[in-house]
Structure formats: structure tokens, C-alpha cells
T-cell receptor, first 108, second 114 residues
């Protein structure tokens, strides 16, 4: 099973850190975890990805648990423009499967 | 500018009238893929291609065909569209390094089949 599990929706106050969880308990050793987001009906946008170590870029941080069964995407200072659906996916070879994602609402 | 271009962006058609949605990328990517997005169902993969002349079924391939004659193009063909193929379609591409490589998405094609 190449699926991931995410809460369907979350709220976060503007200016606070948004922490989006993802469960991927059946992930195999060489599968990466990717995060994308989709604003309205635009094409999904890449955010970050990782294998074992925590990762950070200009958009976000990715924390992966030591057993790799779950991860958390952190948007350090959420703004209204971060309102979107966030997808956590596993790249299982060439079959890339998206779940339903988490709809993040940023509250002013 | 690196991009994935889909055409048409919007289309209304009738049942049974063959149509093609084109997808082109200018990044010399090996991997290309088609997704459809329906309310409450997220993004579902239709077909993908690892390189020229290599295509494989995704989760929902029924009613669709694809071809990969050139590296930059990956058209989606609906031979006999039906109303249940009304959806928002996305094409994506990435460089092919196994298990790595971010996906670049097109802006989407909204198809309505009457």
C-alpha cells in the first residue's frame, strides 16, 4: 500500500507555525517523502522532500521520525497565502500516488 | 522559463467525440504523467511514462490512451469521452532519478463531457 494518511483539514493562526502531519507507516527504505501544495485549482507546487534526515528550505521544514513511519511539514510563519491543500506523498518507483491531502486554513 | 504546458485549458465536448489534451515540457524530463482531480477524491494517476515509447497504467487508466513518441510531448487521448470523464486534468514531468526528482505540474485542463 503506497498511500499516506493525513488529516482532512487543519486551522492555523496567521504568523504562527503550521505543523502538518503525515503517516506513512508502510514506507520502504528507499522511498522518499514528498510534500506538495495546491492553491485553488492550480497545478500542485513542490515544497520539499526527504529520505531520512530532516530537511529545510526557503519554504518549509520537513521532520521525519527515526522509524520513518511519519513526518511533519512545518511552515514556520504561516500567512494567508499559505491557505491551500497540502499533499504528502511517497514516490514508489514511478507510480506516484497522491492522497486527499490536508486543507490548511490560515486564520487572520 | 521551465514549464509544463497543457492545451486546451478549458473544453466542453459531447459524449463520443474523440479529443486529445496535449502536454509539452521544455525541461528535457524523462518522466511524464497524467492525473485527474475530482471533488473529494484528490489527484489520481491515469498514465505515466518513464521515457520515449515507454508508458504504464496508473490507478485509473480506463477510457484513456497516451503516447510518448517524443520526449517533450505526452498527449492524453479520450477516444470516446463519457460524462464520467468530466474532470480537471493535470500533466506533470520530472527528471528521472529513481525515487527522486520533483514533479512539475501544468496549469490544468478542465474538461466537461455532456
Amino acid at each position: 500500500d503506497a498511500k499516506t494518511t493525513q488529516p482532512p483539514s487543519m486551522d492555523c493562526a496567521e504568523g504562527r507555525a503550521a505543523n502538518l502531519p503525515c503517516n506513512h507507516s508502510t514506507i520502504s527504505g528507499n522511498e522518499y517523502v514528498y510534500w506538495y501544495r495546491q492553491i485553488h485549482s492550480q497545478g500542485p507546487q513542490y515544497i520539499i522532500h526527504g529520505l531520512k534526515n530532516n530537511e529545510t528550505n526557503e519554504m518549509a521544514s520537513l521532520i521525519i521520525t527515526e522509524d520513518r513511519k511519519s513526518s511533519t511539514l512545518i511552515l514556520p510563519h504561516a500567512t494567508l497565502r499559505d491557505t491551500a491543500v497540502y499533499y504528502c506523498i511517497r514516490r514508489l518507483g514511478d507510480k506516484i500516488i497522491f492522497g486527499k491531502g490536508t486543507r490548511l486554513h490560515i486564520l487572520p | 522559463e521551465a514549464q509544463v504546458t497543457q492545451n486546451p485549458r478549458y473544453l466542453i465536448t459531447v459524449t463520443g467525440k474523440k479529443l486529445t489534451v496535449t502536454c509539452s515540457q521544455n525541461m528535457n524530463h524523462e518522466y511524464m504523467s497524467w492525473y485527474r482531480q475530482d471533488p473529494g477524491l484528490g489527484l489520481r494517476q491515469i498514465y505515466y511514462s518513464m521515457n520515449v515509447e515507454v508508458t504504464d497504467k496508473g490507478d485509473v487508466p480506463e477510457g484513456y490512451k497516451v503516447s510518448r513518441k517524443e520526449k517533450r510531448n505526452f498527449p492524453l487521448i479520450l477516444e470516446s469521452p463519457s460524462p464520467n470523464q468530466t474532470s480537471l486534468y493535470f500533466c506533470a514531468s520530472s527528471g528521472y532519478r529513481r525515487n527522486t526528482g520533483e514533479l512539475f505540474f501544468g496549469e490544468g485542463s478542465r474538461l466537461t463531457v455532456l
